[in-house]
């Protein structure tokens, strides 16, 4: 399977613990994007990489949250000292740099619960 | 924040039947998108419609664009139990990042 890839799937943690979150892009796309979904809502924009550039970064990502793309390939998405707030899913989405492309490729995202 | 809002927020039908859902937003558009997201699949692209386009069509889908109203939608036709999902718009505002502001989405239940 050459889709997005995102792990764990799913992670329960205790408020004030550490958590990371990877994303595998398909192979040649240059852009990744991190979304955040809570429940009955639409995704919302936390950040983009360029590939391995972070370019913009949401209003929304605390200083308790971190992304890295080193090399360009694939993604972490930390989160410091966890609040129950945090609780959502986190999407990872990718695509490639072209006037003619514009869709987003989303991998299953990971769920986290802080509990 | 929310660029858009669908609806209806619900919508409930029998297999067979036509679904409409509609969508506006705020702010000026490159084009506009419909993803379906259920949860086995996650989200998954439909059709895309550019500013500068009125209509488009993909098989069972139709998607029409008003830029005049800020408005959009999607209709399914020949609905199937398959189609049971959650639909969202999503714009693309052309920045360079082409990152995309959601609706809230619909929820669409077909019924066999």
């Known amino acids: 399977d050459t889709g997005v890839s995102q792990n764990p799937r799913h992670k329960i943690t205790k408020r004030g613990q550490n958590v990371t979150f990877r994303c595998d892009p398909i192979s040649e796309h240059n852009r990744l994007y991190w979304y955040r979904q809570t429940l009955g809502q639409g995704p919302e924009f936390l950040t983009y990489?360029?590939?391995?550039?972070?370019?913009?970064k949401s209003r929304l990502l605390s200083d308790r949250f971190s992304a890295e793309r080193p090399k360009g390939s694939f993604s972490t998405l930390e989160i410091q000292r966890t609040e129950q707030g945090d609780s959502a899913m986190y999407l990872c989405?990718?695509?490639?740099?072209?006037?003619?492309?514009?869709?987003?490729?989303f991998g299953p995202g990971t769920r986290l619960t802080v509990t | 924040s929310q660029q858009g809002e669908e609806d209806p927020q619900a919508l409930s039908i029998q297999e067979g039947e036509n679904a409409t859902m509609n969508c506006s937003y705020k702010t000026s558009i490159n084009n506009l998108q419909w993803y379906r997201q259920n949860s086995g699949r996650g989200l998954v692209h439909l059709i895309l419609i550019r500013s500068n386009e009125r209509e488009k069509h993909s098989g069972r889908l139709r998607v029409t664009l008003d830029t005049s109203k800020k408005s959009s939608s999607l209709l399914i036709t020949a609905s199937r139990a398959a189609d049971t999902a959650s639909y969202f718009c999503?714009?693309?505002?052309?920045?360079?990042?082409?990152?995309?502001?959601w609706g809230l989405g619909t929820s669409l239940a077909v019924n066999p």
């Open positions: 989405a990718s695509s490639l740099k072209s006037r003619l492309s514009y869709e987003q490729y």
């Open positions: 990489f360029q590939n391995e550039a972070q370019l913009e």
């Open positions: 999503a714009t693309d505002n052309a920045g360079n990042n082409r990152k995309l502001i």
